[in-house]
């Protein structure tokens, strides 16, 4: 592996942004623990802990390889523990991972990490097996600062798992399309099936298979129609299915479940967030908007002359390249409600076309007039420049006080025991009274669900928590339907005195123009609250995120006002 180095200047430059990959990923990980503000977070770090007490499927309908792989860690966190004298059994266990869950997030989190870091290090090999080693070691370098990939590589979510597990089927279409060689197929396939076990729309990479496949068979000169009935492509189809039930057994135990699950996650959930359709659809979002948001001006000009230089070129690599950013595009252009993650699926393939196209004009350009290379590395650290400075932006702002946390601390030592409070939605919670609970969450679905649900309610300031929500699950933005607000007088009548308020959606209803008006009796809450009621405590960002107009979950962190109505 030493001399291997030695030899490879690229190999050695290749480490160096391995390990800057690392600490760009690495060093927020821990920040503002336990407290956790991030939804997606917790609806992954605590169905394993379900599983583990009895709820063998906890993912209500959620992909769940990311889950096993925590579960695992779980396990072995717990095995490891009890056998030190940590834990005297499960039940202790339980109740100290719900007292303090760090543990469970740092793992998670140290995996999201592991798992962006090894996708830079095959980003390498896929450039390299497709055209060079120049070529790989630009992509690795342009998906080290990807500032979309690294926050994806701080939190615990699947994305991250997914874009390895297809860079990883990427590899093995490389080797399809090159060779065609049987276990490219199956290995292929399984990738592609574990990736969709991961997140649904990872399905869309069963086409890199079928491209490579074509573009193999186009080689050979085979018809369509013979290249479609060839064994080996089959052999990767039934491969792919079973990687996904491998990543996903309980699709055949409880397919309804799991069907529901597809359909609310991945087609009723874009349409259900209310407030957000002034976001561009994403035929103008994704080009536009998320792939500034990742990499900047510089580099998004780069990739978009990578893609039309593949499309005028149109050598078998380009092509295969173009697979699932074209798919993706699709996908998500109709959509409103957008994130700059949800293109994921295509940004590593962007970026190996936008080091292909940069290899290639520095090849034309640079010695035919001759131009020292010292130029070509002030290009990519142009290029880079933007997503790191924004990259190393994203871990200050995350190491800060986050206002979530600080108010949750405020509210827990402040509000009265036993009182009624309204929630909005992106705002911290005091501890639920279980009747609170069973009111708005229905009964618990396990053991560990209903030990969490008695030791939140032998807290001494449980109270009557009353949530807001802005969206309506499959439902979309239909005209009437409004956030679950009512008047201030209803509140009173009822007993409500305190209000914890984020400006997060608010700010999603004011962001866009015309969207506003849409929700009347919405909009009057908000204007009424400030009026009426008593601001008790404030809490806001210490770092102000500049990039509020690209409607991104990296930018989330609100400011969290807490009201008392007299």
């Not at 120049?134 to 997914?162: C, E, I, P």
């Not at 076309?353 to 640079?366: E, H, N, P, T, Y």
Request: hydrophobic letters at 50%.
């Amino acid at each position: 592996m030493i001399s291997s180095l030695r030899r490879d200047p690229y190999l050695r430059w290749l480490m160096l942004f391995l390990v800057i990959a690392f600490a760009l990923r690495l060093c927020s990980i821990w920040a503002n623990l336990p407290s956790v503000s991030n939804p997606d977070e917790f609806k992954l770090v605590w169905p394993p802990l379900r599983m583990a007490y009895g709820t063998w499927y906890a993912g209500g309908g959620y992909p769940p390889l990311y889950m096993y792989v925590l579960l695992v860690q779980y396990g072995v966190y717990y095995g490891v523990g009890a056998l030190a004298g940590q834990f005297a059994g499960t039940l202790d266990f339980a109740r100290r991972v719900i007292a303090d869950p760090t543990p469970l997030y740092l793992m998670g989190r140290m995996t999201s990490v592991l798992l962006g870091v090894a996708t830079v290090a095959l980003m390498y090999a896929v450039g390299r097996r497709l055209y060079n080693s120049r070529v790989g070691l630009l992509a690795a370098a342009f998906l080290t600062f990807d500032t979309v990939h690294v926050y994806a590589s701080q939190v615990v979510k699947n994305d991250v798992l997914m874009v390895f597990l297809l860079v990883a089927a990427l590899w093995f279409a490389c080797g399809i399309m090159q060779m065609g060689r049987t276990r490219d197929y199956a290995f292929a396939g399984l990738s592609v099936g574990l990736a969709t076990a991961a997140k649904y729309n990872a399905l869309a990479g069963a086409l890199l298979i079928l491209s490579a496949h074509l573009l193999y068979s186009r080689v050979g000169h085979k018809t369509v129609i013979r290249s479609l009935t060839t064994p080996r492509l089959w052999l990767a189809g039934l491969c792919t299915l079973s990687g996904f039930l491998l990543g996903y057994p309980h699709f055949v135990f409880d397919p309804g479940l799991a069907l529901e699950g597809l359909r609310t996650n991945s087609v009723g959930f874009f349409w259900a967030w209310l407030g957000w359709e002034g976001v561009p659809l994403g035929w103008i979002y994704y080009p536009v908007i998320a792939l500034n948001t990742a990499w900047g001006l510089p580099l998004q000009l780069l990739a978009l002359g990578g893609v039309i230089a593949a499309l005028i070129r149109r050598q078998p690599a380009n092509m295969l390249l173009l697979v699932m950013p074209v798919v993706n595009y699709v996908m998500m252009g109709g959509v409103r409600v957008n994130q700059p993650r949800y293109f994921l699926l295509a940004m590593p393939c962007l970026l190996l076309l936008a080091a292909r196209f940069l290899v290639d004009v520095w090849d034309r350009v640079g010695p035919a007039k001759r131009v020292p290379v010292a130029v070509f590395a002030v290009v990519v650290l142009v290029l880079i420049t933007w997503p790191a400075a924004f990259s190393i932006f994203q871990d200050v702002m995350l190491l800060q006080p986050d206002p979530r946390v600080t108010a949750r601390q405020w509210i827990a030592a402040n509000l009265p025991a036993g009182c009624r409070v309204v929630v909005d939605m992106g705002a911290p919670s005091p501890p639920a009274s279980p009747e609170s609970q069973l009111a708005y969450t229905g009964p618990p679905k396990g053991f560990f669900e209903r030990l969490a649900r008695e030791l939140a309610a032998n807290q001494a300031r449980a109270c009557w928590v009353l949530p807001i929500q802005h969206y309506v699950n499959g439902e979309g933005y239909q005209i009437g339907r409004e956030a679950t607000v009512e008047a201030l007088d209803w509140y009173k009548i009822n007993g409500y005195r305190y209000f914890v308020i984020s400006n997060l959606f608010l700010s999603s209803y004011q962001r866009w123009p015309g969207v506003a008006g849409r929700y009347p009796n919405t909009m009057a809450f908000y204007r009424d609250l400030p009026t009426h009621a008593t601001l008790l405590a404030e809490f806001t960002p210490v770092i102000a995120d500049p990039r509020e107009d690209t409607a991104t979950d990296m930018d989330m962190i609100p400011t969290i006002r807490v009201y008392r109505l007299d």
